[in-house]
């Protein structure tokens, strides 16, 4: 049965646990915003090395791949190291799955893992892992993985013959939620080129360029590669965060849910522990009254007998 003592310890257990969800869930929060604002200054980076593809392009479109149907492709998945994050990573392995499934390619591909809980959900589900990286903890060292991860790529295009890069990551939809998504970073939309090509240039001056055409596209395309993997990260980040504050969200309630019911116990029991401190004092003080009526009489009739023999 528990005691006053025990379940004051489980309250105060409790409470500290809700304060460690609710810090969590305000990092968390914090997190999210230094992500989302990251994406939001790539977009003048973005456009400067679309500027740059409209200038290569705007003599004659260049093919940057073949259309060759036997190609190979390279899947980055962007995953988790911590816990505390829901389904996060199940979430985005499964739609690697299906995806895969799909095209009926899944042990063809060349997989690289971002989180070592995303690898462990990539080994479970039976695929072959290239490469595992450690997930970024800041915005700084987003650029360091990326940097990181382009000659990879750049091995398995020239060694391995890869030709498409296919990136799966979370996006986050909203407070605390999230779904997955796949880009296809190369090769480059060939509708997306055409766009680039027919923009009409905003200026009078018409763009000239000194490296060679092929040379200055390879070097855009590698800066487009940077981009694109540097946004799917970060919004995968923000992603991770959101299913972290949808997590804390459930622990809080749980802890909630918890602490009424030990109060609830605590209450009655502290209840029950008073009215058994009122009932043994209330018999103590009748039990008392009756020695003190017993003691009147036995004085009263030691006086009457007195009385009489005197």
Known sequence: MPTLEGLRRQIDTATDLSSVV???KTLAAVSIHQYERAVEALADYNRTVELGF????????LRLESDDSSHQTAAVVFG???GMCGQFNEEI?????????QESARR???????GIRAEGQLLDAGWEIEHTYDVPTSVSDIANLVQEMLPHIERLRSDRGVSRVLVFY??????ASFEPRVLQVLPIDPQRMQQWRDEPWDSR????????????????VRQYLFISLFRACAESLASENASRIAA??????NVEERLDDLRGSFNDLRQSAITEELLDVVTGFEALSKQRRKRSRRSGRQSQKEKQHG
């Open 170 to 175: 979370n996006r986050r939809t909203s407070a």
């Open 205 to 220: 001056s018409l763009p000239t360029f000194a490296t060679p055409r092929r040379q200055l596209v390879s070097r855009l």
């Open 93 to 101: 392995v499964s739609f690697l799955n299906t995806k895969a499934e």
């Open 248 to 253: 804390m969200q459930a622990a809080e309630k």
């Open 80 to 82: 988790s190291d911590q």
């Open 54 to 61: 409209q200038i290569a392009l705007s003599s004659e479109p």
């Open 22 to 24: 609710t810090t969590m």
């Open 108 to 114: 063809s591909w060349n997989v690289l893992a971002v």
